[in-house]
């Protein structure tokens, strides 16, 4: 008997293995990773903004007048836009003309102020730096990162400073490049990784289907082969030859059952399915796709066949909110009842012409081509009902109800 789960998922995160399939550590992860890009670039912008506005307050000491600090503030407000919205999420696309007559424009951002502000705009420069690590190839950009560094120095020398005034610039505009270059070098590799796991989610969904189509052309492609060449030669030979034509036919039949007999082998395979293994897939799928999944999983002791069913649902669910939506939060719950079995997908991000249409019942005579029909077909079977409709808000809902035989409670295996 699997053991009882809690009303939400919280409880499967302490199952053999590592099975988080929610609670309050699977979804501080989910949520962890589904807003890692967003937090990174918020971090980058937060520290930037701030480096920016200690620059802007040693203006503001000097007391240059309102002209001059309204414009010192203008120039840094500038010079952080191009940093954020150019420099740093598309850094590579700087090596063309465009690119070259921003980096002009920032090099006179942080060094043309320094005739007006002096000692006061001293720290601006590593912000170039930065960008000449972020933007040019390695080699250049060390020699041109080292050039400004001691730039920094020379200008500071020549306004006056001291020898420790100095070395504090140099320092500053040290830290200042490298803190620019680290952190937009991580909002990109962060928002990489994650639109590398959202392909590897799809790819395996993809695979998943490529894996079912195969094990049918394997099992079937040369059962249905003989039967379509067996039964043209029966037709050419029904009035020829009869008895040959009947042979043929005969043969065909029992051809006919093998391949079903296969199908049913095909069949039962793929529907044997663990529900907390879907689980633990469906929420690190729709993570690594950018969905806020929330799960309740509220059962225990559910027959094979009814778990299995379940987890097919799921895992069709899960495939249609991937493929048919642009879903931002899917809402996944399932429990056991007293007499019956449920299983409830909400999605948003579904448009009208998108997946489902009118709620198709599980009586639905027949299934077509549609995985959802198909799912129908499959809960029919078991004496369950499944609705598939809009909802308001562009949102919608898979429900599937399957009843519980008490006599099979205790029975963990599949019929036969």
């Known amino acids: 008997m699997a053991d009882k789960r809690s009303g939400s998922a919280g409880s499967a995160g302490n199952e053999p293995g590592g099975a988080d399939i929610g609670g309050s550590d699977g ?24 480096l920016c506005l200690v620059g802007f307050l040693t203006v503001l000491s000097r007391h240059l007048g309102v002209v ?27 090596r063309t003309p465009m690119g070259f007559a921003a980096l ?16 006061a705009w001293v720290g601006m420069p590593g912000f170039l730096a930065g960008t000449m690590l972020l933007t040019l190839p390695t080699a250049i950009a060390s020699v041109l990162f080292t050039s400004i560094v001691a730039s920094m120095a020379v200008i500071q020398a020549n306004f006056g400073g001291t020898l420790s005034d100095v070395a504090y610039t140099t320092v500053s505009t040290v830290i200042t490049g490298l803190v620019v ?6 909002a990109n590799l962060v ?86 293994n879907e689980s633990t897939t469906a929420r690190s799928v729709l993570a690594a796709a950018d969905v806020d999944a929330r799960m309740e999983l509220n059962y225990d002791d559910l027959p094979v ?30 429990r056991q009842h ?7 997908i909400v999605n948003d991000g579904v448009s009208v012409a998108g997946i489902g249409g009118p709620p198709i019942p599980a009586s639905a005579d027949s299934p077509g081509g549609s995985g959802i029909q198909n799912l129908s077909v499959r809960v029919r079977k078991l004496g369950g009902d499944l609705t598939a ?3 308001p808000a562009g949102r919608f809902r898979l429900h599937a109800q399957i009843p519980l035989r008490h006599e099979e409670r205790n029975d963990q295996q599949p019929a036969a």
């Open 104 to 119: 002009t424009v920032q090099a006179c951002l942080v060094y043309l102020p320094m005739l007006e502000y002096k000692q």
């Open 191 to 276: 928002a990489e990784v994650h639109a590398g796991r959202t392909r590897l989610a799809e790819l395996a969904v993809a695979e998943e289907r490529l894996r079912f189509a195969r094990d049918l052309h394997d099992l079937l492609g040369y059962s249905l082969s003989a039967i379509t060449l067996k039964s043209e030669l029966a037709h050419r030979l029904v009035l020829k030859n009869p008895v040959r034509a009947q042979e043929e036919f005969s043969e065909v039949l029992e051809i006919s059952r093998q391949a079903l007999t296969d199908v049913r082998a095909v069949a039962r395979g793929y529907r044997e399915l663990s529900l907390e």
């Open 27 to 50: 979804e501080d992860g989910t949520l962890a990773l589904t807003l890692a890009p967003k937090i990174a670039r918020l971090i980058v912008a937060t520290v930037l903004s701030c």
């Open 389 to 391: 409709k809009h909802l």
């Open 181 to 186: 270059y680290g952190l937009s070098r991580l």
């Open 68 to 94: 001059p600090t309204s414009l010192s503030f203008a120039y840094m407000v500038t010079l952080l836009l191009l940093q954020l919205l150019y420099f740093g999420p598309y850094a590579g696309a700087t």
């Open 305 to 334: 066949q009814v778990r299995t069913l379940l987890a097919t649902v799921l895992r069709e669910g899960v495939t249609n909110v991937l493929r048919h939506s642009r879903a931002e939060r899917c809402e996944i719950s399932v």
């Open 338 to 344: 007293r007499d019956s079995a449920s299983i409830d």
